[in-house]
């Protein structure tokens, strides 16, 4: 278990700012690349690396999981401004960096996505790492476009990212804190841009992702309604979430949102079914009802360029966001000395092709056809021993002790026998010495 400072040079083309972060018109310059030095800070352990980058939108940049040596998120190589003047972002122009930030107090990446954030190591034992990193809405643009909240705020958000030494996932907690003596008007979105299973030098999501997601449908603001096109509808303005769910069917950029919401579920990510690598963020979604779901299309990388040779705005990641609202623009409200408290956390799966369940302990894919069980599970703590159970009503299919294996995940397949009783198949995974870990019901079809 170990923290430690680094440095991380990142590539932009060049342009200029003003001193409130406004684009300078005519700055922009694609033929000419620059590069940029942040201080980076370094959480590992046995199983994740884990940079972070305070000065650039408090952002957690990278997820290496070590076991297959791969990076989980996207990171642009070169960085390219774009939305110049077209009233769409805060400052009336965006530039993606990647990896996970909490964007507040407005939408469409709000305010804070290229501020330096306040570092702080929390927490530093052989145990445990915790640090934060912490901004205050103090930020007026006097040119913001009309659609975002006039003046500052006032929030103060503090982002704590932990990594414990027996996890090989990444723990993190958004507080956002509202001092004031008034209620305020706000969104906040956690902004994850994902590529799980890359090659660490070249991040980038590929035809074989997948959104994994418990929902059943999506709708879509009438600039994107191209993006449902594939997909049959669901009533109410929405469409079924089937063809959209992979990022090969994704005909242009757009935006989907969950509809209604996240139906209760507690988690949502991507897999990459070219080698069955994800990343999974599970959290309290009664607290983030708002899904979000982006990327810039999948005909634009059949034949992408060298981003050196050719810089783009437009790169292959799909990116999820987690918010408070369940739209953009639609917003939430912070009580007078109020405060809100996030949790969540990001695990890598290997060997997985679906999540039906999950939570801080475990992840697992499980299902029952009418001649025998399939279950496929990551555990997030995979030095602990491990015992599974399946039961049919009172007949027990599989009761034993497993290893879990962090490399490849586990899968246990078992036949069910004919002429037994319930129409459910039940699970549990305890510790070897009885403590629960999960629970599931599945229905045999």
């Not at 303005?237 to 919401?261: C, Q, V």
């Not at 995979?382 to 879990?404: E, H, I, Y």
Request: proline share 6%; aromatic share 10%; charged share 20%.
């Amino acid at each position: 278990m170990s923290l430690s400072e680094s440095t991380i040079t990142w590539s932009t083309v060049k342009y200029v700012t003003s001193a409130e972060n406004g684009f300078v018109n005519g700055s922009l310059d694609k033929n000419t690349i620059v590069d940029r030095t942040f201080k980076s800070h370094v959480l590992e352990n046995r199983y994740l690396r884990v940079t972070l980058v305070p000065e650039f939108g408090g952002r957690i940049l990278s997820i290496i999981y070590k076991p297959t040596g791969h990076e989980q998120l996207y990171r642009t190589e070169v960085g390219v401004p774009y939305g110049m003047n077209a009233g769409n972002f805060y400052y009336d122009w965006l530039m993606v960096y990647g990896g996970i930030f909490p964007t507040f107090p407005d939408a469409e990446h709000g305010k804070a996505w290229l501020k330096p954030w306040n570092f702080k190591v929390v927490k530093e034992s052989a145990g445990e790492v915790t640090v934060s990193m912490s901004l205050k809405d103090d930020i007026a643009y006097s040119a913001a476009p009309k659609q975002f909240l006039k003046g500052s705020t006032g929030i103060e958000a503090t982002y704590y990212v932990t990594l414990k030494a027996d996890r090989a996932a990444l723990d993190t907690r958004v507080v956002l804190k509202n001092p004031q003596a008034n209620t305020v008007d706000y969104e906040y979105w956690t902004c994850t841009t994902l590529a799980p299973g890359s090659d660490p030098n070249n991040p980038r999501t590929t035809g074989g992702a997948e959104i994994i997601a418990p929902i059943a449908a999506y709708s879509t603001p009438a600039w994107s309604k191209n993006l449902s096109d594939g997909d049959e509808s669901a009533g109410a303005g929405s469409s079924r979430f089937e063809k959209l769910r992979y990022f090969k069917n994704w005909p242009t950029m757009g935006i989907a949102y969950a509809a209604p919401d996240m139906q209760g579920g507690n988690f949502w990510g991507v897999i990459n079914h070219d080698n069955e690598e994800g990343i999974i963020r599970i959290a309290d979604n009664s607290v983030t009802r708002g899904l979000k779901m982006w990327t810039w299309g999948y005909p634009s990388f059949t034949n992408e360029t060298d981003a050196r040779n050719d810089p783009n705005e437009a790169r292959p990641y799909v990116e999820l966001w987690a918010g408070v609202s369940d739209q953009f623009f639609h917003r939430a409200t912070l009580p007078s000395r109020g405060e809100i408290s996030i949790p969540e956390t990001y695990s890598p799966t290997v060997g997985m092709s679906n999540v039906t369940h999950a939570n801080e302990n475990i992840l697992i894919n499980f299902s029952a056809a009418a001649s025998n069980v399939n279950l496929q599970f990551f555990s997030i703590e995979p030095a602990t021993s491990l015992r599974v159970t399946l039961k049919r009503g009172d007949a027990s299919l599989f009761d034993d002790a497993v290893t879990a294996d962090p490399k490849s995940g586990n899968r246990i397949s078992t036949p069910i026998p004919a002429g037994g009783s319930g129409e459910q198949v039940r699970l549990t995974i305890t510790t070897v010495e009885g403590k629960e870990l999960i629970t599931a019901k599945t229905e045999i079809k």
